[in-house]
């Protein structure tokens, strides 16, 4: 039996695994080893976890978290679980889990799109390769923070039509006020400006609306994915901004010659698949 992990700053996806199978799904608070101690990390797991699994023959775990890019932040996760679960554990960051979902034992570019993005070239095994998303301020393009972040300046800038602009704020009782304290002076402004991000779902049929969005994932293309080799291999995703806008997603790509392959919302299956075979 293996235990696989898919884990953001919120919460954290456990699957119990026998022979290809997910037999128990298990969900604790979230883990990010920049932001907690191998001490907090280790009480969660005591008090969440361990009394779930603590009968359980586990031969291996493999765990994917946010901040989990840095061989000695993963080290601080991996000492954290190995304290209560003995058996061998692997640390890898969110992207490689959505790579290894995605691609599974084949080479591909891997993409995040969700409160934030990424993307790499995998070769079926590992990262290759990685453009650095620098984050909502200065990257993230096609990010639900990042849709979030245009939505409002052009709110704010009289860039909608006055219905438009009307119709955003009162569905989400805002005034420039504020929008301005949340962004300017209140923690986490990225998960604000995403929650703002599924107006332009509900919508994508307003020209204003379509284009932002579209040009944003042009952009996300342009000056990321197209640094790797496009031309010769498909293109995936996982996450929740892919698959609510999949349509503009695939027409951006058309645009500019990239071909898609999966999208998915969650990686876990994939990840179920991949440490299955």
Not at 45 to 73: N, R, T
Not at 136 to 154: H, M, T
Not at 250 to 261: D, F, P, V
Request: aromatic fraction near 8%; charge should be negative.
């Amino acid at each position: 039996m293996i235990l696989i992990a898919d884990s953001g700053s919120t919460k954290t996806d456990w699957c119990l695994v026998e022979n290809g199978q997910i037999v128990q799904r298990i969900l604790t608070k979230g883990t990010n080893p920049f932001f907690q101690t191998q001490e907090e990390i280790s009480q969660e797991i005591e008090e969440a976890l361990l009394p779930q699994v603590k009968d359980c023959s586990i031969e291996s775990v493999f765990f994917y978290g946010a901040g989990c890019a840095f061989p000695e932040k993963n080290e601080i996760v991996r000492l954290a679980i190995a304290e209560h679960i003995k058996a061998p554990v692997e640390v890898g960051s969110d992207l490689l889990a959505a790579a290894r979902a995605l691609c599974g034992k084949n080479s591909g570019i891997a993409c995040i799109l969700g409160t934030g993005s990424n993307s790499c070239f995998y070769d079926g095994k590992e990262i290759v390769d990685n453009v650095s998303p620098l984050g909502y301020i200065l990257g993230d393009e096609g990010s639900g923070a990042v849709l979030g972040r245009l939505l409002v300046g052009d709110c704010l800038k009289n860039q909608l039509s006055p219905e438009l602009k009307e119709k955003f704020l009162n569905q989400f009782q805002l005034t420039p006020a504020i929008i301005l304290e949340n962004v300017y002076k209140k923690p986490f402004p990225n998960r604000f400006l995403a929650h703002l991000s599924p107006f332009l779902a509900q919508n994508i049929e307003n020209p204003e609306v379509h284009q932002l969005v579209l040009n944003s994932f042009k952009s996300f293309f342009v000056k990321n994915v197209m640094q790797y080799d496009y031309q010769h291999n498909k293109v995936h995703f996982v996450g929740s901004v892919a698959v609510n806008y999949k349509d503009v997603l695939l027409e951006a790509a058309e645009e500019l010659h990239i071909q898609i392959g999966t999208i998915i919302k969650s990686p876990m299956e994939g990840l179920v698949a991949y440490h299955s075979n």
